[in-house]
């Protein structure tokens, strides 16, 4: 079963470079769209397996983003 | 701070004022809840940052309100602490760079009280510089290599 779910990221809170790193890192379970709006970084999100895993993942990701930026803000 | 939509699907929405709060203490703040809760932040309206707590276990109503009512704490922290390192930022400076130009210093000017070689070996420098003294005080020595002299008397003249 494909499960396809997508994210908002607004630009004021969080970079690209984060949203990028954080895709990286989850490359192997997830496949990831990013696109790069004015106001907002658009992630489209496909994995196969269960969504109660998925949700869990997304949930996961976010977190990363929000960490990463924290990391580049202590750079 | 709102709460906006609450303790639905183990998670608690609510929003803060960014004039208050500014985005660097938001963030530190949620730095210190992310082992706990799945955080997600968004910036609706101009002056409005929503912050969204989504537990990693199964959480009550009361245990989430009490995790709001910490991360508004660790905002105030955060802020405070952001205040004292910005007053005392350049004593901080100072501090520092008098700490590095110390070190920097040459290792001869840092050197402590001498051992008791290197005072012994001091004296004896001394001494051999003394006796270099005397030595050219006395000028060259007459070695007596001149075959002509006679310091004993001992030729005899026919």
Do not use: W
Request: glycine share 4%; net charge neutral; aromatic share 8%.
């Amino acid at each position: 079963m494909k499960t396809e779910t997508r994210l908002e990221f607004n630009k004021n809170l969080y970079t690209l470079k984060s949203v990028k790193s954080a895709s990286r890192a989850y490359r192997d379970f997830v496949n990831f769209k990013i696109t790069d709006h004015e106001k907002h970084i658009d992630v489209a999100i496909r994995f196969a397996g269960k969504t109660e895993d998925a949700e869990k993942i997304i949930d996961e990701f976010k977190n990363y983003v929000l960490c990463a930026d924290i990391q580049h803000e202590l750079n | 701070m709102k709460t906006h939509k609450k303790l639905e699907n183990n998670e608690i929405i609510f929003s803060l004022n960014s004039k208050i709060y500014p985005r660097d203490v938001i963030f530190k703040a949620c730095y210190t809840f992310i082992d706990r809760v799945y955080i997600f932040l968004d910036n609706p309206k101009r002056n409005e940052i929503t912050v969204s707590f989504k537990g990693k276990k199964i959480l009550t109503k009361k245990q989430l309100n009490s995790l709001k009512g910490e991360f508004a704490n660790e905002l105030l922290n955060a802020i405070l602490r952001k205040d004292i390192s910005k007053k005392n930022k350049k004593i901080l400076e100072y501090v520092v760079g008098g700490a590095i130009t110390a070190a920097l210093e040459k290792p001869e000017e840092n050197k402590g009280p001498e051992n008791e070689d290197d005072v012994e070996i001091k004296k004896i420098e001394k001494e051999i510089e003394a006796l270099k003294k005397e030595l050219e005080s006395e000028g060259p020595e007459d070695t007596g290599d001149d075959y002509e002299s006679d310091p004993l008397g001992i030729m005899k003249t026919q």
